[in-house]
């Protein structure tokens, strides 16, 4: 009789503590949906090109610094260059010095405002690793070793 | 399971699996580190700074495992009342809060060269931050219960199971929104990080992992000493008539 019970007890609790934890996790899931837009740390380009955001409004704009795109005026300082996300381009430009992984190809995420002629202005920027590693040496390789290496890395 | 109801079996268990958990991570971990730092090769872009990729990632996952360990222990605890689930959950948060904290300090020491600043509050770094805090708070609530009841309440375990939606959502965070932290380099069965420095990275996880194994077994053997002391110095006053 006791030993019955006892089993019934744990079954109602496993039962209730699953019914629990689904319905939290289904509550987390929910507060992650409806933060899906407001969580992200910085707009694509696509998303500054469809809804630009006001002048005197700061935002962040991350993605792709296009592959020789990148300038830097006459007065040595500012630098003018493209990001891109594969649908929408925006130039944009900076005056200071840029992070050392801040290089054409790679992603960067730049704080600042929309200027007046559409290009952003850029008061700090910020490089962004991607998830490659890969090492020094495979850049003095031959194109063949280092698809080699690629290839065994996949 | 409940074959190790009985802490006996579980300490002569222990006493001879947390110096082989220990021994073996530290050499472990020692001989990675060793590779990684001296004999692995400098990144494309991140240059040297990459190196700190052996610290960073065995500490963020056993930072997360660390709160996986007090949920398993929780869950146990709430249905099955196993005696030993108790104490494996708060041997667990010293170890997964110490590892949060060393994650947090070379993400940042890192973020510094790398991104050009040392913290940003994007949902990665938030969120592990987060954790960090949620390792505070049940410290706190454990030892608040510990000490009002002898740790009979639910409270920690409640807490511990709640707290746990937050380790998807450390992992996720970098996939459902745009952050300033790069997305996984390793997933189930492929890798975008060259074997140069998958290899290490793997052997460190691995090492750091049994350590900490190793942390939690010395852990629940002192809390079970700790206890047994207790029990005995109460019989021994009862017994002399206080």
């Known amino acids: ?154 | 399971m409940h074959g190790f109801a009985n802490p006996a079996r579980f300490l002569r268990i222990a006493r001879w699996l947390m110096p082989l958990c220990m021994g073996g991570g530290a050499v472990l971990a020692l001989a990675a580190l060793g590779w990684g730092l001296f004999f692995g090769p400098a990144e494309r872009l991140q240059g040297e700074t990459v190196r700190i990729v052996y610290l960073h990632v065995p500490a963020a996952w056993l930072g997360m495992a660390g709160w996986m360990g007090i949920a398993a222990a929780s869950f146990t605890e709430l249905v099955w009342r196993h005696p030993l689930a108790g104490i494996a959950a708060r041997a667990c948060a010293v170890p997964g809060a110490v590892f949060t904290a060393v994650c947090l300090i070379t993400g940042s020491l890192w973020g510094r060269p790398a991104w050009g600043t040392w913290w940003v509050w994007d949902g990665r770094l938030t969120s592990m931050l987060v954790l960090l805090f949620l390792y505070f708070g049940w410290m706190a609530l454990s030892q608040a219960s510990e000490a009002a009841d002898g740790g009979q309440s639910k409270a920690p375990a409640i807490f511990g199971l709640v707290g746990a939606v937050n380790i998807p959502i450390i992992h996720y965070s970098v996939i459902w929104w745009q952050s300033q932290h790069q997305a996984p380099s390793i997933s189930l069965g492929k890798s975008a990080m060259a074997g140069a420095f998958l290899y290490p990275l793997l052997a460190a996880t691995l090492g750091f992992s049994l350590l900490f194994a190793g942390v939690v077994l010395a852990r629940m053997r002192a809390i079970l000493a700790h206890q047994q002391a207790e029990a005995r110095l109460r019989r021994k006053a009862l017994s002399e008539g206080f």
């Open chain 1, 1 to 154: 009789m006791t030993v019955g019970t006892a089993i019934k007890a744990k079954h109602q609790r496993l039962v209730l503590l699953v019914i629990a934890l689904v319905v939290l996790v289904a509550a987390a899931l929910l507060a992650a949906w409806a933060l899906r837009n407001q969580a992200s740390y910085f707009y694509v380009p696509s998303d500054i090109v469809a809804n630009p955001p006001e002048e005197t409004r700061g935002v962040r704009l991350g993605g792709m610094v296009e592959r020789g795109s990148l300038r830097t005026e006459a007065d040595g300082v500012t630098i003018t260059f493209v990001v891109g996300d594969g649908k929408a381009r925006v130039p944009v430009t900076f005056k200071g010095i840029v992070p050392s992984l801040f290089v054409e190809g790679s992603g960067v995420v730049a704080e600042g405002h929309m200027g007046v002629d559409g290009t952003f202005v850029a008061d700090n920027l910020l490089a962004k690793h991607d998830e490659n590693y890969v090492p020094r040496q495979m850049q003095d390789m031959s194109k063949d070793q280092a698809q080699q290496v690629m290839r065994e890395t996949k």
